[in-house]
Nanobody, 115 residues
Framework: QVQFVESGGGLVQPGGSLRLSCVAS????????MGWYRQAPGKQRELVAR???????NYADSVKGRFTISRDNAKNTVYLQMSGLKSEDTAVYYC?????????WGKGTLVTVSS
């Protein structure tokens, strides 16, 4: 059973930065593509960024140029560096495999962008 534990969220002012971390259990982490997802209030969960086992990356248009996804396979950890945060980035952020597995969703970490 794989588990993901997200951390690093918080309250930040518009234009600020945060770095989210996601630690995965299990020794198979390095062979899978990983994604960061988010769910804003009243909206469906959406894919924000993904990183493949070879470290290739893709981003949603809404975060391109502001967010950076990375991974440290030795630590079973995937990161999301967020800068230039906007109020519309307010959401609960989750990590999961890409494509996501329904049974692997964690509790997420809340990011609130507000002055």
């Amino acid at each position: 059973q794989v588990q993901f534990v997200e951390s690093g969220g918080g309250l930040v002012q518009p234009g600020g930065s945060l770095r989210l971390s996601c630690v995965a259990s299990g020794s198979i982490f390095s062979i899978f593509a990983m994604g960061w997802y988010r769910q804003a209030p009243g909206k469906q969960r959406e894919l924000v960024a993904r990183i493949f086992s070879g470290s290739g990356t893709n981003y949603a248009d809404s975060v391109k140029g502001r967010f950076t996804i990375s991974r440290d396979n030795a630590k079973n950890t995937v990161y999301l560096q967020m800068s230039g945060l906007k109020s519309e980035d307010t959401a609960v952020y989750y990590c999961n495999l890409f494509p996501a597995r329904t049974d692997y969703w964690g509790k997420g970490t809340l990011v609130t962008v507000s002055s």
